[in-house]
């Protein structure tokens, strides 16, 4: 019973980091731009949702009016920040050093409009759960589990299915090409950012209800993503999305063997001894961009 | 008096810790934001071994050999593939190096960190207070600064210059590419090293939350600003963004909000700097 | 006495055959060129010989030794050296420092040195400069020594490049295309460079594309298509090949 | 800016020439973290000290002399700490320092061996602080002092059979050896025991793994993000009760750890008046626990001064430690502080939650 439980924990959690994984990779895949500060727009639309409801907003107005923040903070990062230093011909790891930059402005943004503190929705509903035989489920959780599915779902049409979609792939997959085809790559990438955002806000408003929201943790939360995105092929969504439910649920049941104080050391060692040894990859897609 | 000297004192451990992080990101051009854990591990070696009786020199030189080897292995993967994973392994070095410093407890002291480190202790010559301090650390800064001054106008330094400027021309010139960055990688970790020990000893006290990855996103920031590839911009940066962190210290700012202001700063400074001067103060462009 | 051998070499890139089944011997001092439409494999030879990719089979021999899987400093060290069609200058390294880095001599290139015998680096760096500044005149850039590379002009950043190779003291010199994009004064100074080099006893293997320009330096031309090596002669008899002639002037060579 | 620049220059004037008259007002340091995680418990901290003083200076001042205090921040970082004792010690030459945060006390003590310079510890609790410095004065009981008193408690009143849940940091580290230590030597048994990191917010997995081994109950060090961990309790059906320290009191008001227990140094409200005042000086509702030990520390102290000058000595670190070893006991509505040692002994109280109210079980004098 233990097991199952904890199972399915780390299915809800890897959801989470699975929507984290799949908007970070659409964005990375098709600019090669290692944008950390994907991490801050997690942290800061968990908390504009948290400052709406604390204002009276209903929840479901919150949490749309915090993806649009983060869609505009997305897209005006693109504009502002990524593009300039690209048409300044900046290394990556001069784009990766100013990423940096915005993810500790963004953090700190939050600490200082709303608070540096652990703070918890005020919402009665939160706490009730359900039974499923055994299993119990928060409400949150239930719906941060559907809602990443419908999103992990949705993003996959989109990038196969529509023209706005193809486009991108268009763009991903040869940048010079689509410059000369007018394809405009650098509108492409402020929309893809934009996407990116809005998606990642999704579980940043939703963990936030579940648990409590952080201005400081988002970091290891992205990391954890990039580390399924890597492991399950850069540029694969359903390889991204899969992989971080496989590692949220050995997480989460690793802690019914050894001590959890371990985990994050396992995981993370484990990734850099398998880059020592393998740097070709889990998939055999030997990847490497830039830096 | 005291204060003006521990101001300096502390400065030149982070300028130290600088050159360290100048060898890997602007010497051969790799993403490092685990020079923090590597220092941290200097400092522990040190800690570790003075407790345990042994003298400083013979304990800072401990750190010194640990530190390369670890930084060498931690390096390992960018140097032998140019890829982007090496973003992820430098931060996996850093969380991993923290859990580590966390929960070998027996070893490190855990959360609770080790306090009581000796006064260092050489031919008889104590350095107990910050007057004294001031000319071991002093000391070790030249000497850093002096050995990357070697390093940059010998061969090898012209050597390295031209692997960050065509690695595939370098090979072709029958150079062998890997090791002359495992070379630097070995310095670098020297450097921290040395400057972990220096932590470890002057202040006496080091637990895990002193070599977290903010101070190492903080020393990227100082080399940044000081500016990179070059030995002032190690050591510029230092002295000029700690000292803007004590006048900081002194203006009028609600208290409850000072913290991330004076991290928000940080956060402003770096995109400031790579948007319109990405060479920094005196460096050359990353 | 040869003194480069490659047998039966292929190497594909997906389902493109860069090379197939090549086997041909270059003799010491003698100076061979590399002759054939885009894509026949020019510079996928050079490449194999150097070291920049591995042939799927075959073996590449020097001076009697097999090196088809030698490191690429390796073969350097035992005097197989090149230059690189689109240059690889270190923009940003004066010239001077461009042929310092080639030098054969390791000396002073390990930190532990650098940074603890001071004195000696020095004296090691002096006679390094010397040496480079000695390969810079030769190549007629003493001139140039303190200017950076990337502000040199095209004439001049080629014959840098050709410094280079000589400083690594390579007896077999391989110089992909060293003549494309030069005014025809450049021109000749290369072609009269070339033929100092010939003097100097270096094997020459030459990817060049002018066929007035072959019969003026080549003592032997190998002509690749398609990967095969279609020919190996005199400049005169493989230029009399009206076959050849028609592959390499032809229609429907399109790239 | 300016300002500190003169100061900076002055003090490098002083230094230079240490044989200057005593000044005439009373200077006291504090060094709290008025920045960083901990600025809300450092800000409560400040009001508490700056209060003492202006209640000092009200009543005319200590032996006719005006007191005043300088407030230094140090993040709750080690170095940052160490420099900011430099700072002050150089700047201001204060005899005595208030402080906070055990790896900032921790990191300052041997130099305040070195300067022979007093400082008064109020908060932080860790282990080691009884032995880091002759001159360091606690007037809080330690980590371990409230766990032996807890430890016997359970093994009475509750069960022999524990879990631990600690946050792996200074303070629940400590936490979890103390307690693991004092309830075995009573005969009890730990079957388990689990790390949380500090900042976590899901602790789903630990709580299952901790219920599912079945303890008679649960001890709970962490210091952060209780509320978090209430609602997580709150989803596991039959979860153990749980037993806290003086850091547990958000564990209070929530349904799912009712009837839990806690320890809490006991620690009283100043009269009527006094707290009147503190309200409508700060304008807070309260006068929290921080505030009141730091409100009592600095009387401590200021008493300490009062009779180093009675007796016509100079305010120095060495004079003003021999004054408050020598007072020994000081009684105030706050608490009843007594000096066996550089570390206080003070009653420990356990406490249940009972529905809106948490109820006083027992007061108990922990054994030094």
């Not at chain 1, 098709?30 to 504009?48: K, Q």
């Not at chain 1, 540096?116 to 928060?138: C, E, K, M, Y």
């Not at chain 4, 201001?92 to 310079?117: H, Q």
């Amino acid at each position: 019973m233990l097991y199952l439980q904890l199972l399915i924990d780390g299915v809800v959690s890897g959801c989470a980091i699975g929507i984290v994984s799949i908007s970070f990779s659409y964005f990375y895949a098709t600019t090669g731009i290692f944008h950390v500060a994907h991490a801050g727009i997690y942290t800061l639309s968990g908390y504009l949702a948290w400052w709406m409801v604390g204002l009276g907003t209903p929840f479901a107005a919150a949490l749309a009016l915090a993806i649009l923040a983060a869609v505009v903070v997305g897209y005006l990062t693109q504009r502002l920040l990524y593009r300039p230093l690209e048409e300044s011909g900046a290394t990556p790891l001069v784009l990766m050093i100013a990423s940096i930059g915005l993810l500790t402005v963004l953090q700190n943004v939050v600490a200082i409009l709303f608070s540096p503190n652990i703070v918890q929705f005020d919402l009665p509903w939160r706490l009730s759960h359900t039974a499923i035989g055994p299993i119990a489920l928060s409400l949150p959780q239930a719906i941060l589990g559907v809602l990443s599915l419908l999103l992990f779902a949705g993003l996959v049409l989109f990038s196969h299915h529509t023209a706005a979609g193809k486009r991108i792939r268009a763009v991903a997959s040869n940048r010079e090409l689509a410059e000369i085809t007018r394809l405009d790559p650098k509108r492409v990438f402020a929309q893809v950012l934009a996407i990116s955002s809005g998606i990642v806000a999704v579980p940043g408003v939703l963990v936030g209800v579940d648990q409590a929201l952080q201005p400081y943790t988002s970091l290891l939360v992205l990391l954890t993503a990039v580390v399924a995105m890597i492991a399950g092929g850069i540029g694969s969504l359903t390889g991204a999305f899969g992989m971080s439910i496989v590692l949220a649920v050995i997480q989460s049941l690793s802690v019914a063997v050894m001590p959890g104080r371990w985990s994050v050391a396992a995981v993370f060692g484990t990734f850099i001894l398998f880059i020592l040894l393998r740097p070709e990859g889990l998939i055999r897609s030997r990847f490497s961009r830039a830096i | 008096m005291n204060y003006f000297l521990s101001f300096v004192i502390l400065a030149e451990i982070f300028s130290i810790l600088a050159v360290s992080t100048n060898l890997l990101m602007g010497i051969i051009g790799i993403f490092s934001v685990a020079q923090a854990a590597i220092m941290g591990v200097g400092a522990y070696t040190t800690a570790i071994l003075m407790m345990a009786g042994t003298p400083f020199p013979l304990a800072m030189l401990a750190a010194v050999a640990v530190c390369a080897a670890i930084n060498v292995l931690s390096s390992l993967p960018a140097l032998r593939l140019a890829g982007d994973y090496f973003i992820i392994t430098s931060f996996g070095t850093q969380l991993v190096a923290t859990a580590v410093f966390i929960n070998w407890q027996d070893l490190t002291g855990g959360a609770s960190g080790l306090s009581g480190i000796p006064v260092v202790e050489i031919a008889g010559a104590g350095f107990p207070t910050a007057r004294e301090f001031i000319v071991l650390s002093s000391l070790c800064l030249i000497l850093v600064a002096a050995g990357f001054w070697l390093l940059m106008r010998s061969p090898y330094g012209r050597l390295l210059h031209a692997i960050r400027e065509n690695e595939v021309a370098v090979v072709a010139a029958g150079r062998r590419v890997l090791r002359a960055k495992v070379g630097v990688s070995a310095v670098s970790g020297a450097c921290a090293g040395i400057a972990g020990a220096l932590y470890a000893t002057y202040i006496s006290f080091i637990d895990p939350m002193s070599f977290d990855i903010h101070v190492s996103v903080l020393v990227v920031t100082m080399l940044v600003v000081g500016g990179a590839r070059t030995l002032a911009g190690s050591i510029i940066g230092p002295f000029l963004l700690m000292a803007i962190a004590q006048l900081l210290a002194v203006v009028d700012i609600p208290s409850t909000i000072v913290g991330p202001a004076r991290q928000l700063i940080y956060g402003v400074i770096l995109i400031a700097f790579m948007l319109w001067r990405p060479q920094g103060i005196a460096g050359k462009r990353l | 006495m040869t003194n480069l051998t490659v047998s039966n070499v292929t190497k594909r890139f997906g389902g493109i055959v860069a090379l197939n089944d090549c086997s041909f011997s270059i003799d010491p001092r003698r100076t061979t060129c590399v002759v054939g439409p885009n894509g026949a494999g020019k510079t996928s030879i050079f490449n194999v010989i150097t070291g920049f990719i591995t042939p799927e089979t075959g073996t590449v021999a020097f001076q009697g030794r097999d090196i088809t899987r030698a490191n690429r400093h390796e073969r350097v060290r035992q005097g197989i050296a090149r230059t690189f069609q689109n240059l690889k200058l270190f923009e940003d390294l004066s010239a001077l420092d461009n042929v310092l880095v080639c030098l054969k001599d390791e000396a002073g290139n390990d930190p532990l040195t650098a940074m603890f015998r001071p004195f000696h680096t020095a004296a090691v760096l002096r006679r390094k400069k010397a040496e480079a500044a000695a390969l810079l005149v030769q190549v007629g850039l003493g001139h140039k020594t303190d200017a950076l590379a990337g502000s040199l002009s095209y004439g001049q950043k080629k014959l840098l490049c050709i410094a280079r190779v000589l400083a690594t003291g390579a007896e077999l010199v391989l110089l992909d295309e060293p003549t494309s994009g030069l005014a025809a004064g450049a021109l000749d100074t290369m072609v009269e460079m070339i033929h100092a080099l010939k003097r100097q006893g270096k094997t020459l293997l030459i990817v060049e594309h002018n066929t007035q320009i072959v019969q003026r330096i080549a003592d032997e031309v190998l002509f690749f298509h398609r990967g095969h090596l279609m020919a190996q002669g005199t400049p005169d008899a493989i230029i009399a090949d009206e076959e050849l002639g028609r592959i390499y002037f032809g229609k429907g060579e399109v790239h | 800016m300016l300002k500190s620049a003169g100061r900076a220059l002055a003090a490098l004037l002083v230094s230079c020439s240490p044989a200057l008259a005593q000044p005439k007002e009373i200077l006291l340091g504090a060094l709290l973290p008025l920045t960083g995680p901990a600025a809300s418990i450092g800000i409560e901290e400040q009001q508490g000290v700056q209060f003492a003083i202006d209640q000092a200076n009200a009543a005319g001042g200590i032996a006719g002399r005006p007191v005043r205090v300088r407030f230094d921040d140090s993040q709750g970082k080690p170095d940052q700490a160490v420099l900011a004792f430099n700072r002050m010690i150089d700047l201001d030459n204060v005899p005595v320092l208030i402080t906070a945060f055990s790896s900032v006390s921790l990191a300052i003590a041997p130099l305040a061996t070195r300067r022979e310079v007093l400082v008064v510890n109020p908060a932080a609790q860790t282990d080691k602080l009884e032995t880091a410095s002759p001159f360091l004065i606690n007037t809080i009981p330690m980590v371990r002092h409230e766990a032996s008193v807890l430890a016997r408690f359970a093994i009475d009143k509750i069960g022999k059979r524990t879990a631990i849940i600690y946050e792996n940091a200074a303070a629940g580290i400590d936490g979890r050896n103390d307690f693991r230590k004092y309830f075995e030597q009573v005969g009890g048994t730990v079957i388990a025991e689990e790390p949380v990191e500090f900042g976590q917010t899901n602790y789903r997995s630990t709580l299952l793994k901790i219920a599912n081994a079945k303890p008679d109950f649960v001890y709970i060090a962490i210091t952060q993000s209780h509320e978090t961990m209430a609602d997580q309790v709150g989803q596991i059906a039959n979860f153990p009760v749980s037993i806290g320290n003086t850091f547990s009191r958000p564990f209070f008001g929530h349904a799912s750890t009712n009837g839990w227990y806690q320890t809490a140094i006991q620690s009283g409200y100043p009269d009527a008046g006094t707290l009147a005042a503190f309200k409508k000086q700060f304008g807070t509702a309260d006068m929290g626990f921080f505030a009141r030990e730091y409100f009592n520390a600095t009387n401590i102290v200021l008493e300490a001064a009062k009779s180093v000058l009675a007796s016509g000595g100079t305010l120095s670190g060495p004079s003003l430690k021999a004054a408050v070893l020598s007072i020994k006991t000081f009684d105030s509505p706050i608490a009843s502080i007594t000096f066996e040692t550089n570390t206080a002994l003070r009653p420990v109280e356990i406490l249940q939650y009972r529905g809106a109210e948490r109820a006083l079980v027992e007061t108990a004098r922990p054994a030094q």
